[in-house]
């Protein structure tokens, strides 16, 4: 099992800032992509931003120059720091993690997810 818990997330007026984190744990081996995804009510899953282990990092053009992903290979953990936050950021925001588990075995996990919730 590979668990990943995320915190950080919470209410905010437009214009501000949050950071999220979302540490995994577990069966780990090694991990490949980490990454967040979000969810508005009534529309589906999109992706927000990755980052590989080597630090290669992808954007969807909506969060491009106002969010920033990072992530630190030694505490298994990935950071989303989200500035210049708009009313269409509100969404629950998930954290993904893609690796090797210890014997071989891949895993893909998903955490519970963190409300932001950003306030005209």
């Known amino acids: 099992q590979v668990e990943l818990v995320e915190s950080g997330g919470g209410l905010v007026q437009a214009g501000g800032s949050l950071r999220l984190s979302c540490a995994a744990s577990?069966?780990?081996?090694?991990?490949?992509?980490m990454g967040w995804y979000r969810q508005a009510p009534g529309k589906q899953r999109e992706l927000v931003a990755t980052?590989?282990?080597?630090?290669?990092?992808n954007y969807a053009d909506s969060v491009k120059g106002r969010f920033t992903i990072s992530r630190d290979n030694a505490k298994n953990t990935v950071y989303l720091q989200m500035n210049s936050l708009k009313p269409e950021d509100t969404g629950l925001y998930y954290c993904?993690?893609?690796?090797?588990?210890?014997?071989?075995?891949?895993?893909?996990?998903w955490g519970q997810g963190t409300q932001v919730t950003v306030s005209s």
């Open positions: 980052v590989t282990s080597t630090g290669s990092t």
């Open positions: 993904n993690s893609q690796g090797v588990r210890r014997l071989g075995l891949n895993f893909d996990s």
């Open positions: 577990g069966n780990i081996f090694r991990i490949h992509d």
